[in-house]
């Protein structure tokens, strides 16, 4: 595994040289908080290696040589969202494997699935949930890094001629090109929308007062023991201890898991204190979605649409949401322009718009 700057540069000059680079990563997400790059597996022609991010290297080299590639990648969403929060990097072109194998009409394209199919080939999947952030790795989890690359340029040469056969190649770009600037143009979590979390619906304002205090404490406490905020305090039972302190005035016993320690108990009784404390007329409330209700012209357009939705997908034998979602629909039939442009070019001549 590649831990140090020299080797990294060595690296760095043989994919420049390469003629096809596969690339996967792996996170922390399930052990630490806030999650970070762990690991980047590479494979180039004769060779697949691990690149520690943890290590001991600076990784400018790594990401100008890639810079030079179409990346090949299968679900590159969070990687790239990855690699593009935590260390700038936007890849120039990128061709996505799972992406070829949905826009070919299968309705199973995890890796294995779409190895299995294509290529007869059957991986062992052990490890998805393994601590990749420790140090040293066990063999079963460097295989099964490295074998998330191992076959994603044979894999992208069949998928790419397949592509080509049915006239989708196009298609496939244009998702390409929108997941890479989506990711590149990601923002940080909406602040008053963030703590609304499951079971928020069901307070009242001062409910809604404590569980936003409540959440900011475990927050605060997630980042203390760089462990994720679930692991403190699922939502489910942040939200009901919301619920039952604002049943009953300040200072009244609330039932907490016998599990807490005492400072978390303490942080817990605090910010529930905080959220008595906040007056009643900047008690958050719940946002309500007001749709004015869709006109018999717009009900019949949304059905056309979907008429011309399917029809074309089962001709295509694809996923129809794929073209377009239900909520998609409408939005069309109500002529909003902004929905209508965020469709991609292939998707809008499908719909005949």
């Not at 595994?1 to 680079?21: F, P, Q």
């Not at 699935?113 to 949930?129: H, M, N, P, S, W």
């Not at 699922?234 to 609330?254: D, F, K, N, T, W």
Request: hydrophobic share 40%.
């Amino acid at each position: 595994m590649i831990n140090n700057t020299t080797d990294l540069k060595i690296l760095a000059e043989g994919i420049r040289s390469a003629g096809w680079v596969g690339i996967d990563t792996e996170a922390d997400s399930l052990h630490a908080y806030p999650e970070k790059l762990c690991l980047i597996q590479i494979a180039i022609p004769g060779t697949e290696v691990l690149i520690d991010p943890l290590g001991d290297l600076h990784l400018e080299p790594l990401w100008t040589a890639l810079d030079q590639h179409e990346l090949i990648f299968h679900a590159a969403d969070y990687d790239l969202r990855l690699m593009a929060t935590g260390h700038h990097f936007r890849p120039t072109r990128m061709f996505d494997t799972m992406w070829a194998s949905r826009l070919l009409g299968d309705e199973r394209f995890g890796l294995n699935d779409v190895l299995t199919k294509y290529l007869g080939i059957t991986l062992e999947k052990g490890a998805q949930k393994a601590n990749w952030g420790r140090r040293p790795l066990t063999e079963r989890m460097v295989t099964y890094a490295l074998n998330d690359v191992r076959h994603l340029h044979p894999l992208r040469e069949v998928l790419r001629e397949k592509l080509t056969a049915a006239g989708r190649h196009e298609w496939h770009q244009q998702v390409c090109d929108r997941m890479i600037a989506d990711a590149a143009a990601a923002t940080g979590p909406d602040p008053d929308q963030v703590w609304r979390i499951k079971g928020h619906d069901k307070l009242e304002p001062l409910g809604l007062a404590i569980l936003r205090e409540l959440w900011h404490w475990r927050e605060k406490d997630a980042l203390r023991a760089g462990k994720p905020p679930f692991f403190i305090l699922p939502h489910e039972q942040l939200s009901m201890i919301a619920g039952h302190a604002a049943a009953g005035p300040v200072g009244r016993p609330v039932k907490l898991p016998p599990y807490l320690s005492p400072r978390r108990r303490q942080g817990i009784l605090d910010a529930i204190k905080r959220g008595h404390q906040v007056p009643a007329a900047e008690r958050p409330k719940h946002e309500r979605i007001r749709l004015r209700r869709m006109t018999r012209a717009e009900l019949e357009m949304t059905g056309q649409l979907r008429d011309r939705r399917d029809k074309r997908a089962a001709e295509l034998g694809i996923d129809p949401t794929l073209i377009a979602s239900k909520a998609t629909l409408y939005a069309l039939a109500r002529q909003d322009a902004v929905v209508r442009n965020e469709l991609l070019p292939w998707q809008r001549e499908l719909l005949a718009l």
